[in-house]
């Protein structure tokens, strides 16, 4: 998974438990599932902005000239899932977690249709923000509510369901995209349709109970009772019951002595150093996940497609569909690597990986400039008062080529016969592109024609499964291994808010940093970005396979160091 959520790591034996259990009683899966559409919201309002972004461009002019617009567009879901994600916890504690779901629903449904019938790009802007809203509270509740109405023995395994129909989500959207690039108000289809799964998230969750231990923190017994015996065979039930208020009266004792205010629980956190120490590891990997560029494939893979030459839409689409489905395939393998191997290892094993990967993908951007087909001077069958007229004052036109062309802001027609060969550089105008596409010619806005396009496609899957299977995953699975138990809430928390935050800063940069750096540039400033990321994992974050939460915290209250930095035997010896 890529974006502020959570991920619940369950035991190996948990799954085969999960559907015993929901065989036995489909009522937990019905709550879970119901829950969890949340999660699918999640990934495709998540997604589904690549693809229609494209057909957004080609609608309003205004967008595919001013790059720092389609950021924008782009980066305020973001902006609204910070927002989210800070009210969500408080209004799930205030007024239940089926309340919020309900309103982040109520705010998907909203954003989607605002989306779909905008008139400007305003509109998208302001239907962008209502979605990241959502986005954000479901990031919060959705898990939380699947976690409280599960049976302790299967929770990992339920909980996991959300993580994985997020990435599911973020696969839904790459095929819908593609199934609406040949009809009718493309981009208004594929973000309006997220309304459906949000209709039908509200209308089953009207008839679900609110969540057993928010009503007990409620002192409403009975009625948590009462939804704890549809959950548990009778014999349990009692049990847990008791269980329920062993935990709620240890939570409140906590609060009670940490203080029950966001700014009592954050300087009692802050004046810990285990929680500091903690933090530190926690917040290195959530900003070094998101600045390894994974939202900006995620985000702008068909952009980044169309970058490497692959020019029509619905090719740069398809050929994105790999990289969501390789992301999902990721979030599975690494369930069963991430006991075996341990998280820190996975993680710096996938940041090399992610630093070879785009230190390949830059060199491949920057064979494909420098091979890019030069521009012919004439060309009988074009307008010749459409030429580009930088090109035409330009003091040495025959230096250049394609990608000379598009960096003066205007449009690349390919050759008649071989998309390789000398095509024409002309005004960057609906024109000059209906009259490039009259010839049956390729018209080139964002890359050139390339030999090397098939490359920068394989290096991007290579780069996604580097990616999801360690720094995809294991910075959630961290998170809620690092902090001590009375802390873990505003850990984790603070966290993910830096997560959102470097998703925003990445995302509402990225066009401008290629319009700037050029493609190459980019992908070798985040190789940098991932670099340094691997020395601060190297360093600061320790290893929290199969420890004890007791173990974890007696190592933060030592102080982690790794063995290159460890001294003498016998201070070794204590780390071993």
């Known amino acids: 998974m890529v974006e502020g959520g959570t991920i619940s790591k369950p035991d190996k034996t948990e799954f085969g438990e999960c559907w015993k259990t929901t065989w036995k009683t489909p009522y937990i899966m019905r709550l879970a599932l119901s829950a969890g559409i949340g999660g699918l919201l999640f990934g495709y309002d998540t997604g589904v902005i690549s693809g229609a972004l494209l057909y957004i461009r080609e609608d309003f002019g205004q967008v595919d000239r001013k790059t720092w617009l389609q950021e924008l567009i782009v980066s305020m879901a973001v902006a609204g899932a910070i927002g989210g994600a800070a009210i969500g916890g408080w209004i799930s504690d205030k007024f239940g977690r089926k309340k919020s779901i309900l309103l982040a629903d109520g705010l998907f449904a909203a954003g989607a249709l605002v989306m779909a019938f905008a008139p400007a790009p305003w509109i998208i802007i302001l239907g962008r923000v209502f979605v990241g809203l959502g ?18 023995r299967i929770r990992g395994a339920l909980v996991s369901t959300n993580g994985l129909l997020i990435t599911g989500g973020q696969f839904l959207s790459y095929l819908i995209n593609l199934a609406f690039t040949k009809t009718r108000w493309t981009w208004r289809w594929m973000l309006g349709i997220a ?95 998101q600045f390894s560029g994974i939202n900006t494939v995620m985000y702008y893979s068909p952009t980044i497609v169309q970058f490497a030459g692959f020019a029509s839409n619905q090719t740069a689409l398809a050929l994105s ?22 998280r820190r290892r996975l993680m710096l094993v996938s940041m090399a990986g992610i630093v070879l990967c785009l230190v390949s993908l830059s060199i491949i951007f920057l064979e494909a400039a420098s091979h890019a087909p030069k521009i012919s001077r004439f060309d009988i069958n074009l307008n010749p008062n459409g030429t580009c007229p930088s090109y035409i004052s330009a003091p040495k036109p025959s230096s250049w080529n394609c990608m000379s062309c598009l960096k003066a802001g205007c449009g690349f027609c390919s050759n008649a016969v071989n998309e390789y060969s000398p095509g024409t550089c002309m005004e960057l105008t609906t024109k000059q592109r209906d009259s490039c596409r009259g010839q049956y010619r390729t018209w080139y806005k964002d890359g050139c024609p390339s030999e090397f396009g098939f490359l920068a496609v394989v290096f991007l899957g290579l780069y996604i499964l580097s990616y999801s299977p ?44 290629t319009k700037a750096l050029g493609s190459a540039g980019t992908f070798f400033l985040f190789a940098g970005f991932c670099i340094v990321g691997f020395s601060f994992i ?25 063995k290159l930095f460890r001294g003498k035997p016998n201070e070794r010896a204590q780390f071993e």
Do not use: C
Not at 218 to 240: G, H, M, T, W, Y
């Open 135 to 152: 986005v954000g509270m479901a990031s919060m509740t959705s898990p939380l509510y699947i976690s409280e109405a599960s049976p302790a």
């Open 195 to 289: 309304a459906v799964p949000a209709f039908v998230q509200l209308v089953l969750m009207l008839s679900l109970p609110e969540s057993p231990r928010w009503l007990y923190r409620q002192n409403k017994v009975e009625e948590a009772r009462s939804i704890l015996e549809k959950i548990f065979p009778a014999n349990e039930a009692n049990d847990e019951m008791n269980a329920l208020k062993l935990s709620v009266e240890a939570e409140k004792a906590d609060e009670h002595a940490i203080g029950d205010n966001l700014i009592q629980k954050l300087k009692g956190a802050l004046s810990n150093v285990v929680v500091r120490r903690g933090l530190y590891a926690g917040i290195t990997v959530q900003v070094a996940q």
């Open 321 to 342: 569909l790999i990289t969501s489905g390789l992301n999902a395939i990721g979030s599975i393998i690494s369930m069963a690597l991430v006991d075996r191997y341990g």
């Open 470 to 513: 360690g720094m995809g995953t294991v910075p959630w699975i961290v998170n809620s291994e690092i902090y001590p138990l009375r802390y873990r809430g505003i850990g984790g928390g603070l966290a993910a808010v830096s997560n959102w935050i470097s998703n925003l800063i990445v995302s509402l940069t990225f066009l401008s940093l």
């Open 538 to 562: 190297y360093r600061l974050v320790p290893e929290t396979k199969g420890l004890q939460i007791e173990e974890v915290e007696k190592m933060l209250e030592t102080g982690y160091k790794p």
